[in-house]
């Protein structure tokens, strides 16, 4: 077996292959265009079973996984982090091209878990449609605050009518608190307020459409008390294919809700786990503190059986996040849920 490893940048992607026993063989320097990738297919496949890992696959090396991909070569992604942490370990800790793409390449022989780029998976719609939506929301929150900033100057006290500038009633009233204003201050917040309608449009129109991908997808994870379609589609856009989890733990440590050890002498202790997929992470978050709020739900049973044992409520809740989790990975692991590659 044989493995190239692809270090990609903007215009070259620095190439290392090696042996079954991670002995580099061969290097290249390719160009990162087409011409260039079909001369990485050629060379791959005059390798006999030869595996590609790129790291980078989702921005510079998109295009060249994308034509490894097509002509049927095996293809996997390679975290940066595994990339670092395996680069520190040498006895010289060099960094160059040639170094990266000998230890991508010698990460993807000794690893067979690492999964094929998640966005070439049936999910890549999805994934593209939340991340925009979610890219539209940043916007709107951002143009919302300035205009309460203007707000704040021009109309006094407008908070006590209107509270909160999160729906179209409430932009509506505020501008008949500016009709009949033209000072430049007014004209740009009546500017802003038509943005808000816009992108109100449009993310209405945005989530239409992820509903439309989630009903398709027959994914049982609004089972979930908690889960709607919008935290469906961030769980099935930052998964991927499922399957690159094998266990509950892999995949709570994954999304950061498997704890960490921070125990000391007789005392035993975890802490709580910062890294791993955040905005999983945060959509996990979202269903245990929903579950918590409403009565008569097994999260807030089981929150409230673990305060009775003690627990802080920091506790309490990483350890409901991580039943959580376990529940999310079950459903996930339906033959129904799990997308296959394209």
């Known amino acids: ?121 049936s999910t890549e719609d ?32 407008y908070q006590q009518s209107i509270r909160r500038l999160t729906t179209r009633k409430a932009l509506d009233g505020v501008m008949r608190l500016l009709r009949g204003d033209m000072s430049p201050h007014a004209r740009v917040a009546k500017g802003r307020i038509r943005t808000l309608r816009d992108l109100d449009r449009r993310i209405r129109d945005l989530t239409a459409q992820i509903e439309g991908l989630i009903n398709q997808s027959g994914t049982s994870l609004r089972d979930i008390y908690g889960v709607g379609t919008l935290v469906a589609a961030t769980i099935l ?17 994954a999304n950061g809700t498997a704890p960490l050890e921070a125990s000391s002498g007789k005392v035993v202790r975890h802490r709580l786990n910062r890294g791993g997929n955040r905005r999983l992470n945060q959509a996990i978050h979202t269903v245990a503190l929903t579950q918590i709020s409403r009565p008569n739900t097994e999260g807030r049973r089981y929150y409230h059986k673990l305060r009775q044992r003690g627990k802080t409520n920091r506790e309490a809740l990483r350890i409901l996040k991580r039943r959580i989790s376990d529940r999310i990975w079950t459903h996930l692991q339906d033959s129904s849920t799990a997308p296959n590659s394209t």
């Open 126 to 157: 999805l994934r593209v449609l939340v991340s925009y939506r979610h890219e539209l929301v940043q916007d709107r929150t951002a143009q919302a605050n300035r205009l309460h900033a203007d707000l704040v100057k021009l109309r006094p006290g």
């Open 1 to 121: 077996m044989f493995v190239i490893g692809i270090d990609s940048h903007k215009d070259t992607l620095a190439a290392c292959v090696v042996d079954h026993l991670g002995v580099p063989l061969e290097y290249r320097s390719i160009a990162n265009t087409a011409a260039g990738h079909r001369q990485l297919v050629d060379w791959a496949k005059a390798r006999d079973r030869a595996r590609v890992a790129v790291e980078g696959s989702g921005t510079f090396g998109r295009s060249a996984a994308v034509a490894a991909l097509g002509a049927g070569l095996d293809v996997r992604e390679v975290p940066p982090q595994m990339t670092a942490r395996l680069r520190r370990r040498g006895r010289t800790q060099t960094k160059s091209d040639q170094v990266d793409a000998l230890v991508i390449a010698q990460i993807a022989l000794r690893d067979d878990t690492l999964a094929a780029p998640t966005w070439w998976e």
């Open 237 to 253: 856009a930052e998964v991927g294919n499922p399957r690159r989890y094998a266990t509950k733990a892999r995949f709570a440590m």
